[in-house]
């Protein structure tokens, strides 16, 4: 995640030294969703197991889950899912998701026991790097 707004699942790797230096603040939420007394951000539960929340002035390119309806040509009521995982309404209002993080889409038409077509959207991976390039100690964020 980046700023708690937009999911960027797999362009961290992307990031240069000088995006890193822009990098302000670094939250992993793990399991039950807090660390310490911090509470997760309501529109960042049902993404998954763990969460890294980065704070940052860097600008990435991103779509509403609204706008991502449309380009697919989808009108009518609609739910998300993340990998697998229903998004509320709230996270869909709020949350962006860069292209770039969108590994594959599944669409899932109405049928009468579910009468909203759902798009499911499944995040690319991030990419393995050459281990052989780097120094004993360093530390990989995926």
Known sequence: MLNSTIIINGVLADFTAQDTREIKKIVVYKGAYTL?????A?????LGVDVLDITSSKRIRS???VQLGHQLGLRG???FALNGHPLEAQA???LR???AAIGQIHILRPTPELPETRVDIWLASSPKPDYSKYHPGTIFIR
Request: aromatic share 4%; net charge positive; no cysteine.
């Open 77 to 79: 009521p609609l739910t």
């Open 63 to 65: 779509k509403s889950f």
């Open 42 to 46: 309501p529109q960042l539960k049902n």
């Open 36 to 40: 310490g007394a911090q509470k997760i």
């Open 97 to 99: 998701i860069a292209p």
């Open 92 to 94: 869909v209002a709020v």
